[in-house]
């Protein structure tokens, strides 16, 4: 019999299919790494989200680990390197998330424009700061979509569709004629697009060659009045820098989700601007997405052992 260890929160959906293939499931969630070196040394295959780490020293203690699957896109928490030395197949769920995650980036972009949190918090105060918080429309302002896969593609389809936005992005494939077509976009450099947008967006995974992609730089490449919204990996952005263009007012203001120490340190720089929305990385924190995420990544474990058993 398969043994599944599912070491993350699950859709009670995903753990029924994976139950009703016959499959012995095992949940654990978020076991530190000594439990999960010792939970890992007989079954066949792994579940995780975004934690825990599954290390070099998990995969070497795993002896029958034929699969890690990760319910959603980035696998930054997987030794891919360790799990090719075994043959371990590395699955995911790129797809799942996608809508949950760009309108999360809408809604980022609407509280920083609107200063909703910001007027959130001074009404709590009981200050009424109606002259504080004036904004900015999205309709007819400029979008920078840096990184079009698939939620690049979604943010510009809103945005596009639903605010009436200019739509400009880079993308390290260049040219894509069925974005241009779909949303009127238009290729640019990163630097010019960095120039050009009222609102940058980033939808890029976190690799050696996009860590610290926006750095100080780049930074003062933006307008004074525009925005930087992250809800890819906290990585990509370099903190300080960003810290520094905030406070000293290179641009508007940021909504982020995602940052290079998760959780956030409570006292962290960030915590105290208010030109800054902050969230706790919950771009795929929807009933429908963890729910398409669970039974998409329970699907490709079912598949991938009946492919093998045939």
């Not at 995780?48 to 930054?76: F, H, M, N, Q, Y």
């Not at 309108?103 to 920083?112: D, F, N, P, Q, R």
């Not at 940058?200 to 100080?216: D, F, G, W």
Request: charged residues 30%; aromatic residues 4%; glycine residues 8%.
């Amino acid at each position: 019999m398969v043994k599944v260890l599912v070491a993350a929160p699950l859709h009670p959906k995903a753990v029924e299919k994976l139950r009703s293939a016959g499959f012995e499931v095992i949940v654990k969630e978020y076991p530190p790494e000594d439990e999960l070196v010792e939970l890992v040394r007989d079954v066949d295959a792994i579940i995780v989200r975004s934690k825990p780490k599954v290390t070099r020293r998990v995969i070497e203690a795993a002896e029958k680990l034929k699969v890690i699957g990760r319910a959603g896109v980035g696998i930054d928490n997987i030794d891919l390197e360790a799990a090719k030395e075994k043959g371990i197949e590395v699955l995911n769920t790129p797809g799942a998330p996608s809508r949950s995650v760009a309108e999360l980036a809408i809604g980022l972009m609407l509280a920083v424009a609107r200063k909703i949190a910001f007027a959130d918090r001074k009404m709590r105060e009981g200050v009424w700061a109606k002259k504080q918080c004036m904004g900015f429309e999205l309709r007819g302002k400029t979008l920078g979509v840096i990184g079009m896969g698939r939620i690049g593609r979604e943010v510009a389809r809103i945005a596009y569709n639903g605010f009436g936005m200019k739509i400009l992005y880079y993308d390290a494939r260049g040219h894509m004629e069925d974005v241009e077509k779909e949303f009127n976009a238009e290729f640019k450099e990163l630097d010019e697009l960095l120039r050009e947008s009222d609102i940058v967006t980033l939808h890029v995974p976190l690799l050696p060659s996009t860590r610290h992609l926006i750095n100080e730089d780049r930074l003062k490449l933006m307008k004074r009045t525009a925005i930087l919204i992250n809800t890819a990996r906290g990585g990509v952005v370099d903190t300080e820098a960003l810290v520094k263009a905030l406070s000293e007012g290179w641009i508007a203001g940021a909504g982020l989700d995602v940052y290079e120490e998760e959780p956030l340190p409570k006292d962290h720089p960030l915590t105290r601007l208010d030109n800054v929305v902050l969230t706790p990385h919950i771009g795929s924190t929807t009933n429908e997405a963890q729910e398409r995420a669970g039974v998409q990544i329970a699907e490709k474990i079912i598949e991938f052992f009946k492919s093998r058993a045939g």
